[in-house]
């Protein structure tokens, strides 16, 4: 047997004894995590006696634990994914603190906690927004299948790595710093309940594990390195350790209806989520943000308004030049953000056409508008109003991908691999275009061309550095998008 058929095999046993999945070229990263696991062991780092030791039937928990620590990579940081935070503290606590009035009590599963930023992160929000459940019985349960992983949690000291999306107030509130090291509070590390378990196994729902009547699971950036049946497997056993309406919180990047078919999809600000409920999912597309807005808006008065934008987009001249700019400007700015984030999407959207005509046109005002209109679910009016500024206006690289996401939204095939070519055309280091484009060919059974830009979106990755956040992505690192997309290549 030639090496890499040993390393299939090996690949094979792991995804048996701990789920972990290894694609075929990633079988040589595979190897070099195993002998560092075997030297830890003190086992000889042949390969063919790795492959008998592999073999055997069973393994002692010492062994699992340093081959989990070696195989996973627990990159992980403090807030991590905006919009599920944002669910947490503005939908799922205070639905909970009606609900559970009598009770008292909440409990949340941090499903592969990685070194406890996410349930840390958890613990402050709920201390910093909810301070009428300090005589509540609030569980933060923290599971990794990593032992080296739980010692970092427990001892709580972090780099300032782990703080990239943190604000300072946050930081200095919750956090000492000594010896080069922010330590956690006190008051926070009691909050949250640290343990071993691994997710493939069959350990779960069980009060021995303290695995039932959970009211959140948080399991983010985990079940993509797991084969897709143990995926189903793990959505399943996280169902049944639910209460009902309990909530699934999984990464944006690991949304799959055919494997949490058992939950209902639900909506929120600029994400996607699930909930165990006995009603089913709405057979609709994923929209490009949140179709929810929160201030109701009746048919009628949507009509008006709706025709008031579309006139007012019809309206919008080519750009202004800066020198005669501040002539333009009749009115003061209003903030696009604010209005965004409040869910005031048709204010939004007046605010970034007046922008616009005004001569002033970024990513920012253009994510915006593309954004409220995907809200709304005025997909058609976008697309005609967006495609007259772009005539109108010199566009970008970033707005020609928006503009792309938002008419893929309405299956516009050929349009959308056009505005994708012209974003590369501008930017042929455009790694998001790339990869959306080879998603294009690839549903169009285009499979060569599909190769062709996932190979060059992993070639421009390459010259990020692995935990570089990549523009446009909503956090995700260069590492994680490579990774995603050399398992795309793989499935062909």
């Given amino acids: 047997?030639?090496?890499?058929?040993?390393?299939?095999?090996?690949?094979?046993?792991?995804?048996?004894?701990?789920?972990?999945?290894?694609?075929?070229n990633q079988l040589k990263d595979m190897e070099r995590r195993i002998l560092a696991a075997a030297t830890d062991l003190k086992i000889e780092t042949d390969i063919n006696h790795?492959?008998?030791w592999f073999s055997k039937s069973e393994f002692s928990n010492k062994e699992l634990y340093t081959l989990s620590s070696h195989l996973t990579i627990g990159e992980t940081y403090f807030f991590r994914e905006k919009p599920s935070l944002d669910l947490l503290i503005e939908k799922i606590i205070p639905e909970l603190l009606e609900i559970k009035r009598n009770t008292k009590h909440i409990k949340i599963w941090s499903a592969g906690c990685s070194s406890g930023e996410e349930p840390y992160t958890i613990a402050m929000l709920i201390n910093q927004y909810f301070r009428e459940l300090t005589d509540w019985n609030i569980?933060?349960?923290?599971?990794?299948?990593?032992q080296i992983a739980i010692?970092?949690?427990?001892?709580?000291?972090?780099?300032?790595?782990?703080?990239?999306?943190?604000?300072?107030?946050?930081?200095?509130?919750?956090?000492?710093?000594?010896?080069?090291?922010?330590l956690i509070a006190p008051d926070i590390k009691k909050m949250v309940s640290f343990s071993y378990l691994n997710l493939s196994k069959n350990s779960y729902p069980s009060s021995l594990t303290n695995t039932e009547g959970i009211d959140i699971i948080f399991c983010r950036n985990v079940m993509m390195y797991f084969t897709p049946q143990v995926i189903k497997?793990?959505?399943?056993?996280?169902?049944?350790?639910?209460?009902?309406?309990?909530?699934?919180?999984?990464?944006?990047?690991?949304l799959n209806d055919e494997y949490f078919s058992n939950f209902k999809r639900v909506n929120y600000r600029?994400?996607?989520?699930?909930?165990?409920?006995?009603?089913?999912?709405?057979?609709?597309?994923?929209?490009?943000?949140?179709?929810?807005?929160?201030?109701?808006?009746s048919y009628k008065k949507r009509e008006i308004i709706k025709a008031e934008i579309i006139k007012k987009a019809e309206r919008v001249e080519k750009?202004?030049?800066?020198?005669?700019?501040?002539?333009?400007?009749?009115?003061?700015a209003i903030d696009q953000d604010v209005l965004f984030d409040s869910g005031n999407y048709f204010q939004c959207i007046e605010s970034c056409l007046h922008s616009i005509s005004l001569g002033k046109l970024d990513n920012k005002i253009f994510s915006y508008l593309v954004k409220s209109y995907a809200n709304l679910g005025l997909l058609s009016d976008g697309v005609k109003v967006i495609a007259k500024i772009m005539?109108?206006?010199p566009a970008t690289p970033e707005m020609y991908y928006i503009y792309a996401n938002l008419l893929n939204e309405q299956n516009n095939i050929e349009q959308t691999e056009l505005s994708l070519k012209k974003a590369i055309y501008l930017n042929h280091k455009h790694v998001l275009s790339h990869l959306m484009l080879g998603n294009v060919f690839k549903k169009n059974g285009k499979s060569n061309l599909a190769i062709k830009h996932f190979e060059t979106t992993i070639g421009l990755l390459s010259e990020y550095n692995e935990n570089e956040i990549v523009p446009e992505s909503e956090g995700m690192t260069a590492g994680r998008i490579k990774e995603l997309t050399e398992q795309i290549i793989n499935r062909f």
Avoid: C
């Fill in 139 to 146: 569980e933060i349960l923290a599971t990794d299948i990593s």
């Fill in 270 to 297: 600029n994400g996607i989520f699930y909930q165990k409920t006995n009603k089913p999912n709405e057979p609709v597309k994923r929209p490009i943000a949140d179709i929810i807005h929160s201030k109701p808006v």
């Fill in 1 to 24: 047997m030639i090496q890499e058929e040993y390393l299939t095999e090996i690949s094979n046993r792991i995804a048996e004894i701990l789920g972990l999945h290894f694609q075929a």
């Fill in 50 to 52: 790795l492959y008998q």
């Fill in 391 to 393: 005539d109108t206006n």
């Fill in 319 to 332: 750009t202004v030049p800066l020198d005669r700019l501040q002539e333009k400007i009749s009115a003061p």
């Fill in 151 to 182: 010692q970092k949690a427990l001892i709580g000291e972090y780099t300032d790595w782990s703080f990239r999306e943190t604000e300072s107030a946050i930081k200095n509130k919750y956090f000492t710093y000594s010896n080069k090291k922010w």
């Fill in 233 to 254: 497997e793990v959505s399943a056993r996280f169902k049944d350790s639910m209460i009902e309406n309990g909530w699934l919180i999984t990464s944006q990047v690991e």
